[in-house]
């Protein structure tokens, strides 16, 4: 015969109570919200009062030596050698009405459970306003266990107050009587609880669990995490708790964690805390060292314990902090997303958090550094869905890339770079467009399109307010502001083309913004039908600036409907991507106020690490736009990379005289810098961003890009349609080196 993993220990109803009152049994009441009903405690006690069984227990001893304080300054007087795992809520429940305590409700909103009983017909029933009035009804049975009245106490008042109402017979009194005798008598009704030893794991506890638990309830790691601080750490769990209420609320003025893109849970915002101080996603290893396990031992100490704890305290008042969490949420804003409708995984917000929170209170990343960071982590893991499937190993995996950053540099460097390699010209290409072809409300790829109109400053469809104004979440109305339309009304579709099934109708393809009232005109006519009355209000340029932010293809009301979802997708896949683009525009151009460049840098000439461009994109000979421009700063910049480094400034002629980036004919900075990221990212590759820095400086009364290349650890080459070129720097000059040339140089310059 095996041997069991458990003992069998009978109790009775008051001990168990009364052990929970002394803290010798764990009752962790916010492991979580209580959940039951008032009728399921009514029924509860009617159970027990008939002499029905209500199941067992399952406790697990703690490991620890019973008898010790407790953590922190928690009233109870015995550290508990026992937490419950199956039956909080049943305990809960008898412990809140026999001791007369009130319950945090799953709103964490604090209640009061009162339940009535009638001794004469022997019914419950929960407390209402009628029931008060009813003399027939002992109002509040949790008085019969007080410690301030007696069974007689209650009996008399009882009485009295039927007495006033109407007469009470002899056999009716003692009827009166042996129910209430009968109900009081609860305190010794039994329960038998199945206690596991310490020594088994927790996942043979959640295994258990789940086994003999007929409702296939599941506990995961932050549950015995949360069990374990309501035993070891209540003060810390009444925080956890507080902040999560208060998110969910707007203050009437006193710093909260009210916000417009989440309300965590307790056990999400554990996580943040676990990432921050242990490094860890896994919570499996987290639980034991909690416990004061050694995992190599098994054996289990106080004082390391201790140790854990007051790690992970300080991670979680760093978590908690209100000035972080909404610091961190300009970050989220800086991504263009604006409400909590466009968030698609909390799991990416709450993670994106933790990496704040190293590189801010860690390794002291300044704040216009980290932002940005930060906010391009966001978009790429929103829209790749990186923690939808197996969200604690890709989570153990980033910690385990962050941990061994050094530096605050290093730290935006790994993140950049893992940013880099998962949006790959395959990502916009090939898989968004897929990933696309959704009807899917909740899509990544939809709320990504939605921020990438943000970051754009797109307009609404048809309208003169912005995207990002017409999504403020602090606007509400019976109507939103914006409404998503069926480019191809429903109405339409079905009548006309034949086409009903939600999955093709409700396309996100066949999405955009409107303003309400035009959604509400636009009915159920064809694009054909409804597009020219629209458009009358706009001029060409400016309805040709509005179909390409809602990527609308040429003559889009009158192609044919899955032509038109093929197309828009692949044009939103781009809008997307040029959204992104703005934003790590963001982070590399410099947000540190402008440097006046050094009259003797520019006066010194070009030289191998010095080279000046007229312009960017116009020719000063045509006045028009040539890609032979743009050709001649990339290879300057590949060639700045394979060498040495150096700097390139563009809007300086080849002598040395500023013209300004004026002829360039870009609306502003950002249009300047988001055009250079676009054709670097086209031609070398996002990842050379990893060692250039762009930024707008003074030169003699004139507006001069520079552009900064740091000496490249790896081999950097110029695309130019199938074939990749590689340059160098000889001198004041750009050269191209090929064959044995190139990997000769190669091979020497770019050792291990």
Request: one cysteine or more; charged letters at 25%.
């Amino acid at each position: 015969m095996s041997e069991t993993i458990f003992t069998k220990v009978d109790y009775n109803l008051g001990g168990l109570v009364e052990s929970i009152a002394r803290g010798s049994i764990g009752l962790p009441d916010i492991q979580r919200p209580f959940v039951w009903p008032n009728a399921k405690i009514r029924d509860l006690f009617d159970s027990m009062y008939k002499g029905y069984p209500v199941g067992y227990l399952l406790f697990w001893e703690n490991g620890l030596v019973p008898g010790h304080k407790a953590i922190g300054s928690d009233t109870k007087q015995l550290q508990p050698n026992l937490v419950i795992v199956d039956g909080q809520q049943r305990l809960t429940s008898l412990y809140a009405v026999m001791k007369g305590v009130s319950v945090l409700r799953s709103n964490y909103q604090s209640e009061r459970i009162r339940i009535a009983f009638n001794p004469i017909d022997e019914v419950f029933e929960v407390t209402s306003a009628a029931i008060q009035r009813d003399r027939s009804f002992m109002p509040d049975i949790s008085r019969l266990w007080s410690d301030e009245t007696n069974l007689f106490q209650v009996v008399d008042q009882y009485l009295d107050g039927l007495r006033a109402v109407r007469e009470i017979s002899n056999d009716e009194i003692k009827s009166i009587q042996d129910a209430i005798a009968k109900l009081n008598a609860l305190s010794s009704f039994p329960f038998t609880a199945l206690q596991l030893s310490a020594g088994i794991s927790e996942e043979d506890i959640g295994d258990v669990f789940v086994r003999i638990n007929s409702q296939g309830k599941t506990l995961n790691q932050a549950d015995f995490i949360l069990t374990l601080m309501s035993v070891f750490w209540d003060d810390g769990r009444t925080a956890l708790e507080n902040f999560c209420r208060e998110s969910r609320a707007p203050s009437t003025g006193a710093p909260s964690s009210y916000n417009h893109f989440i309300e965590p849970s307790p056990d999400q915002m554990l996580r943040v805390g676990v990432g921050l101080a242990f490094k860890r996603a896994r919570l499996q290893h987290v639980y034991s060292i909690l416990r004061g396990k050694d995992l190599e031992s098994g054996e289990f100490s106080e004082e390391r314990r201790d140790a854990q704890f007051e790690i992970l305290k300080q991670a979680q008042a760093k978590v908690l902090n209100v000035q972080y969490w909404h610091d961190f949420m300009q970050c989220i804003r800086q991504a263009g997303y604006r409400t909590r409708r466009m968030i698609s995984s909390n799991n990416a917000l709450l993670y994106a958090y933790a990496f704040y929170l190293i590189g801010r209170t860690e390794l002291h990343v300044q704040e216009h550094e980290l932002r940005p960071a930060i906010a391009q982590w966001f978009f790429m893991s929103a829209i790749t869905g990186r923690y939808s499937s197996s969200p604690e190993s890709t989570l153990e995996s980033d910690l385990a890339m962050l941990r061994d950053a050094a530096t605050g540099e290093d730290f935006i460097q790994k993140l950049r770079h893992a940013c880099n390699i998962s949006l790959t010209t395959d990502f916009w290409e090939v898989t968004l467009p897929n990933e696309l072809a959704t009807s899917s409300a909740r899509s990544p790829s939809l709320f990504a399109f939605e921020a990438a109109l943000v970051l754009l400053d797109a307009p609404v469809l048809f309208s003169n307010f912005k995207v990002s104004e017409m999504l403020d979440p602090a606007l509400h109305a019976s109507h939103s502001a914006v409404e998503r339309h069926h480019l191809f009304p429903r109405g339409y579709l079905s009548s006309k083309l034949g086409i009903s099934q939600t999955r093709d109708t409700n396309q996100i393809a066949n999405y955009t913004y409107v303003e309400w009232l035009d959604n509400l005109k636009i009915s159920d006519q064809s694009p054909a039908e409804y597009v020219p009355y629209l458009e009358e209000r706009f001029s060409p340029d400016e309805l040709a600036r509005m179909y390409r932010f809602h990527a609308l293809p040429q003559n889009w009301e009158d192609l044919d409907y899955s032509e038109f979802l093929r197309l828009r997708r692949e044009l939103m896949a781009q809008v997307i991507r040029e959204g992104y683009e703005r934003l790590i525009a963001g982070v590399e151009v410099s947000t540190e106020p402008d440097e006046v460049i050094p009259t003797d840098l520019i006066g010194g000439g070009e030289s191998d690490s010095v080279e000046f461009k007229a312009t960017l994109r116009i020719n000063v000979h045509t006045g028009q736009r040539d890609r032979r421009m743009e050709d001649a700063v990339l290879k300057t910049l590949v060639g700045f990379l394979n060498t040495d480094g150096g700097q390139l400034f563009i809007g300086v002629s080849d002598e040395g005289t500023p013209l300004g980036i004026e002829t360039d004919g870009f609306p502003d900075e950002d249009a300047m810098s988001l055009h250079l990221v676009n054709i670097v990212n086209r031609s070398m590759g996002a990842n050379a961003w990893a060692v250039m820095h762009a930024n707008f400086d003074d030169y003699e009364d004139h507006r001069v890009m520079v552009v900064r290349c740091e000496q490249s650890p790896t081999p950097v080459y110029l695309k130019d349609g199938n074939v990749e070129r590689f340059y160098v720097r000889t001198g004041p000059a750009t050269t191209e080196l090929t064959g044995g040339q190139m990997l000769d140089y190669i091979s020497n310059r770019f050792q291990q």
